[in-house]
């Protein structure tokens, strides 16, 4: 199977510092890449979809200004957390596919702890 | 977008048995997807299967599509089968945004 990788795997920050996350497809190019979070105990939830070289469409209730993602090139996207609180404390996940349906193929997923 | 339920929430198998694990949809969808998410939280991909019946080695996967729900057949169940199982689906014409269920915690005892 494809193969995302996300750094870092796991950051402790200070309340009101931004924090960015990379998520890559190694072997693929990927036209759509997807955010997910997962708080603990429950499902992943879908934050917002980014397509390469366009602006990301975030899910509702997710706010665009707090997490800024950037998908520049077919193998690269980032999700900044800006001015991190302790509720944005969370497992963050991105996935990548290729055009089309396809499957999707998610990264190993990056935990935040904001203090 | 559309709802996803997830079925048995928990499931305790002793080492050997079989079990089935069912997800149902509420829309139709053109994507629908397997993971066993790991203690790391690493999702692993089981199976893509939108329609139809896959095999992977003690796993199996059938979708019908026209029913709207998949069911994933684990066999002969080991420890390391433990974990949390995921179905997710993406609507049709919903830009192939996966909406995941609640997910079904197993454990397989010895």
């Known amino acids: 199977g494809a193969v995302v990788s996300q750094h870092p795997s796991w950051v402790i920050c200070k309340s009101g510092t931004s924090v960015k996350i990379e998520c890559r497809s190694l072997?693929?190019?990927?036209?759509?890449m997807f955010w997910y979070r997962q708080f603990p105990k429950q499902s992943l939830m879908l934050m917002a979809t980014?397509?390469?070289?366009?602006?990301?469409?975030?899910e509702q209730g997710v706010e665009k200004d707090k997490f800024l993602i950037n998908h520049a090139s077919l193998t690269l996207s980032t999700l900044t957390v800006t001015s991190a609180h302790p509720e944005d404390s969370s497992f963050y996940i991105c996935s990548a596919r290729e055009a089309g349906p396809s499957e999707q193929f998610f990264g190993p997923g990056t935990r935040l702890t904001v203090l | 977008g559309i709802q996803v339920e997830q079925s048995p929430p928990d499931l305790i198998l002793q080492e050997g048995a079989n079990s089935t694990l069912r997800c149902n949809f509420s829309?139709?969808?053109?994507?629908l997807q397997w993971f066993h998410q790991n203690p790391w939280g690493q999702l692993i991909n089981l199976f893509y299967i939108p329609s139809g019946t896959k095999q992977n080695g003690r796993l199996s996967a059938t979708t019908v599509a026209t029913e709207r729900y998949s069911l994933l057949y684990i066999s002969s169940s080991q420890t390391t089968d433990s974990g949390v199982y995921f179905c997710?689906?993406?609507?049709?014409?919903?830009?192939?945004?996966?909406?995941f269920g609640t997910g079904t915690q197993l454990k397989v005892e010895l």
């Open positions: 072997d693929f190019q990927a036209t759509t």
């Open positions: 997710a689906g993406a609507r049709t014409g919903g830009g192939n945004k996966l909406t």
């Open positions: 829309d139709s969808v053109n994507n």
């Open positions: 980014s397509n390469e070289g366009s602006k990301a469409t975030y």
